[in-house]
């Protein structure tokens, strides 16, 4: 088992203490928006056994070093790296307007990018691998999210009910917005909207300013909870395109304890909240609205799926060993969250341990009280904010109660692979 240092992204959406208020640490005083647990290059985990005087090692080249020992035969063969990257996602403000593309655009996208002589780091590269990039959230605060497209007949309903409480030349934009989307072609429908809504023509601010002014004076616009969200986006990225293209998408909020995933072609966007996620071990994101990053709009639309999603909710799996495992459609990942209880008397120590759900390697993050991981070559005790890697060639891993405190945890190993 390896003890984990991580990287903390400060990227500028990021809250300022969430995370460090939830693992205990002090705030960095910039914003901490992702904390990055595995073994991706950009900003690989730093792996350390523990030994006096051991130097701590980049996970990726910690597996490079022995991909079959920890990663076990099959992952390897199937991966060849760590195929997942957990992290820790707070968001202060919202996230990009995003989709992230399929296994196999991707690899396209890559290829012709190094083609052209893209440096690996150019700001504006849109794939920095040639990896797909699926994902899944679980909320540990109230969560708040963009995702999937509404049925074109919904959102026609959204701009018509906005066009009627606007005048002259907005109201008449919200008409061109629902002719598009009354096309009976839905695809088609939703596809020529997007298009329209991210072009940035100048009668889309003015329409943006319009919906703004009319949200904050209309108690009943301010009661319907997407028009609702259009001052709190534009009060982070005033008069940007991405805000109209927000009625586009499904508004999700989240319970503490609920989940959701988001496949390739999934249009999406983080608005504010706490979470642990998990993707496949990839960094690549084609960016429409809300950023100041790098924006490919013809891209963006290349690779988005244009059909109405319900909303992607994800139950979580109660297995015969009392496993509570949350198994979303990738196969790179799946995530266990653990709950241990207090032991009361030393004699129950034993009792309520759980098995660490391990298809190969895993990583395992502590996020309150005590968990002590136990496998065939040792044991580690995780407090809050403390994490773990464990190879496959340490197998069978046991989440044991602690006799000082409760623990909560989290796991992630890859799916069982056929």
């Known amino acids: 088992m390896y003890r984990l240092t991580n990287t903390i992204r400060d990227y500028a959406w990021g809250s300022t203490g969430a995370i460090s208020g939830l693992l205990g640490t002090d705030p960095s005083g910039k914003p901490e928006a992702e904390m990055w647990l595995g073994a991706h290059p950009s900003a690989p985990s730093l792996a350390s056994d523990g030994q006096p005087g051991g130097v701590d090692t980049g996970l990726d080249r910690l597996i490079a070093a022995d991909p079959q ?15 997942f990257l957990m992290k820790l996602l707070a968001a202060g403000k919202p996230l990009s307007i995003q989709v992230h ?17 893209l440096a690996s780091d150019a700001p504006r590269r849109n794939y920095r691998d040639g990896s797909h990039k699926p994902e899944m959230i679980y909320a540990l605060t109230d969560f708040a999210a963009l995702s999937g497209f509404r049925s074109p007949a919904e959102t026609a309903g959204l701009f018509g009910t906005l066009g009627a409480a606007l005048e002259a030349e907005p109201a008449e934009t919200c008409a061109k917005i629902v002719s598009l989307l009354s096309n009976p072609d839905e695809s088609e429908a939703l596809r020529s909207s997007c298009e329209y809504l991210l072009g940035g023509s100048p009668e889309l601010g ?4 319009a919906a703004l002014r009319a949200v904050e004076a209309n108690p009943a616009l301010a009661e319907h909870p997407s028009l609702a969200e259009l001052p709190r986006i534009n009060e982070h990225y005033p008069e940007d395109i991405g805000v109209l293209v927000s009625l586009l998408l499904n508004l999700v909020v989240l319970e503490p304890g609920q989940a959701i995933y ?84 030393a004699a129950d120590m034993g009792g309520g341990d759980v098995p660490v759900a391990a298809n190969g390697p895993v990583i395992v993050l502590c996020i309150e009280g005590e968990v002590l991981i136990d496998t065939p070559r040792g044991d580690e005790l995780l407090r809050r904010g403390d994490s773990l890697f464990i190879g496959a060639n340490e197998a069978p891993a046991m989440a044991r109660r602690s006799a000082n405190a409760a623990g909560r945890a989290f796991a992630v190993t890859p799916q069982p692979l056929p």
Do not use: C
Request: glycine residues 12%; without cysteine.
């Open 69 to 83: 020992g920890l990663l076990g035969p099959e992952v390897a063969g199937a991966y060849g790296r760590l195929p």
């Open 101 to 117: 593309p399929s296994a196999e655009q991707a690899a396209a996208g890559y290829a012709a990018e190094n083609a052209a002589g």
């Open 206 to 209: 003015r329409l943006g300013a």
């Open 262 to 345: 988001l496949g390739a072609g999934n249009v999406h966007a983080y608005l504010r909240g706490l979470g642990v996620e998990v993707m496949a071990n990839s960094d690549n994101v084609l960016r429409g609205g809300l950023t100041p990053k790098h924006i490919d709009v013809p891209e963006l639309l290349r690779v988005s799926s244009f059909e109405a999603l319900g909303v992607p909710h994800l139950e979580a799996t109660e297995t015969m060993y009392g496993q509570q495992v949350f198994t979303p459609p990738f196969a790179e990942f799946q995530l266990q969250h653990i709950e241990l209880d207090a032991v009361a008397d």
